[in-house]
């Protein structure tokens, strides 16, 4: 995974990990589309994306003195978002019992089954990819959308490399029944 | 000529890993061929690809409010419970003493520089200054601590204009001194309880002392020019009750473990 910085934000992670806000919020300012998408795409809810969104530059701020510079910034910060999802999608599943476990839910089954649009109505890939199961769209967003691999995904959400293309293989199917339909 | 070409059953099964790039090139071949010939999986192949174009290129979202606002007021500094009993705090609250010393520093500097109007006369004043039984900035202080308890200037000032005056040219006379015997005691506490405390907070306790004496030097040679100054004497004074917190505080550190 390679997140391409927008500019070199060196000075402003230096300023912030000093303890500048000012600095921050310039990051904030350069990031927060990124975050926000990843965060919404995966949990499948703007309002819960902005909530994540929220909680990742927290996170960052407090992490930042930690933050070493091995890698670009973007690509720190949007671990971090992945990392908060994916934690944060463990607690939900902890807290609330699910009538359908999404990772049981067979390849056939259609994503608009439960979420048909009317017939007719034509998806975009955005609408449609807030319709997949937590764990499929998860690995979709991670692989398709963000380039992550496989190796990479299988280690972030504790699953093998082999169940993250089954996953994605899985998602795709079911996003193009949505998209064609 | 494969003798058994591909079906649909055959190709679904290696879909997966043809979309990964993972089949050879012969098997690949066989898939591409029996989509070339086969509507339902050609078109699968066709929108699957088409899925993963749009994936990439699809656009970022934006957020539906500003939220700047709440993050700034999650990351706060955070406020630290005063009266814990370990080590951490202790060492924050002499941070927070040497900022305030410096501070103290500064303000005295500025102010110094803003009575005697340019540099030069500041560095004038000096010889007169220790004339005057100042003593010398020059000379190393004590290992105990980094200002001499027996010297006066740890007399606190009167802002009596008639008080005031005496200041002038002068060490302030035995009435105006109400600081100076309880610093020189608190100096010999801090003095004998020195080789009980970490030598990182002995440290930083001189590191400070020897900040505020400067202020204090610096006060006391901008009231030798301007002893009315209302001002000044408060600065002075405001230096000077800081030492004594600081010794308070010194002599009351718990010894290290």
């Known amino acids: ?181 | 000529m494969n003798e058994n070409p591909m079906t649909c059953a055959g190709a679904d099964a290696v879909l997966l890993d043809y979309f990964e790039g993972m089949l050879d090139a012969r098997a690949r071949a066989e898939v591409d061929m029996h989509a070339a010939t086969c509507l339902r999986c050609g078109s699968l192949i066709r929108d699957v690809n088409g899925i993963r174009v749009n994936a990439i290129a699809i656009a970022e979202l934006t957020p539906s409010r500003n939220l700047w606002p709440e993050i700034e007021s999650r990351i706060q500094p955070r406020v630290v419970p005063i009266g814990v009993a370990h080590r951490a705090p202790v060492m924050a609250r002499w941070w927070m003493a040497a900022a305030a010393a410096a501070l103290i520093v500064s303000t005295a500097g500025v102010t110094y520089l803003a009575t005697s109007g340019s540099l030069s006369p500041r560095v004038a004043s000096a010889p007169a200054q220790r004339a005057a039984g100042a003593p010398d900035p020059g000379v190393a202080a004590p290992a105990a601590g980094a200002s001499d308890p027996g010297v006066a200037p740890d007399a606190i000032v009167s802002r009596s204009p008639a008080l005031a005056s005496r200041t002038a040219g002068t060490m302030p006379v035995p009435s105006d001194v109400q600081l100076g015997d309880e610093i020189t005691r608190l100096h010999v506490v801090v003095s004998e309880r020195r080789a009980q405390l970490d030598p990182a907070t002995v440290k930083i306790v001189e590191d400070n002392l020897r900040l505020i004496d400067a202020a204090v030097k610096q006060a006391r040679a901008a009231l030798v020019r301007d002893p009315a100054s209302g001002f000044l004497i408060d600065q002075l004074n405001s230096v000077l009750e800081k030492k004594v917190e600081l010794l308070r505080t010194a002599a009351m550190l718990p010894s290290r473990s």
């Open chain 1, 1 to 181: 995974m390679d997140i391409s910085a927008p500019a070199d934000d060196s000075r402003d992670v230096a300023l912030a990990a000093a303890g500048d806000r000012h600095a921050f919020e310039r990051l904030y300012k350069s990031h927060v589309n990124r975050v926000f998408s990843l965060c919404t795409r995966m949990s499948g809810s703007r309002i819960r994306g902005e909530e994540l969104t929220q909680d990742v530059f927290v996170r960052s701020w407090e992490k930042l003195p930690q933050f070493r510079g091995d890698a670009a910034f973007s690509t720190w910060i949007h671990r971090i978002a992945v990392n908060m999802v994916l934690s944060d999608r463990k607690n939900q599943s902890r807290s609330s019992k699910r009538l359908v476990d999404d990772d049981t839910e067979s390849v056939e089954e259609p994503v608009a089954r439960a979420y048909a649009p009317q017939y007719g109505d034509r998806m975009d890939i955005a609408a449609a990819i807030e319709m997949l199961p937590k764990g499929a769209r998860q690995i979709f967003v991670l692989h398709d959308v963000e380039g992550y691999k496989h190796e990479e995904i299988a280690e972030m959400c504790g699953i093998t490399s082999g169940g993250s293309k089954a996953q994605l293989h899985r998602a795709r199917l079911l996003l193009r029944e949505a998209l064609t339909r």
